[in-house]
């Protein structure tokens, strides 16, 4: 079992900026963010593979920006222009070389002023 450990998550004002950081305990095929808001279901952010491919959802696509580090088994998610519509609990998500599916305990992330 692989354990996602991910801090960074608080409140920031509007157009500000936050950096997400998931420490995994074992090396993983992919890895990124979900976030869910209170009465919606939890969407893909941004992901993130081995080999430095990413993929996006588009309403963060231009604002967010993911990267990892394979030799600490960490991954980043910096976060700028933050709206309020960001504002959701934003959970660490790896697969495993197996296909197995790990997730973080999740962080808070608020936006407002």
């Known amino acids: 079992q692989v354990q996602l450990v991910e801090s960074g998550g608080g409140l920031v004002q509007p157009g500000g900026s936050l950096r997400l950081s998931c420490a995994a305990s074992d090396r993983l095929y992919n890895m990124g963010w979900h976030r869910q808001s209170p009465g919606k279901l939890r969407e893909l952010v941004a992901m993130i593979d081995t080999g430095g491919i990413t993929n996006y959802a588009d309403s963060v696509k231009d604002r967010f920006a993911i990267s990892r580090d394979n030799a600490k088994n960490t991954v980043y998610l910096i976060m700028n222009n933050l709206k309020p519509e960001d504002t959701a609990v934003y959970y660490c998500?790896?697969?495993?070389?197996?296909?197995?599916?790990?997730w973080g305990q999740g962080t808070q992330v608020t936006v407002s002023s």
């Open positions: 998500y790896g697969i495993g070389f197996g296909s197995a599916n790990y």
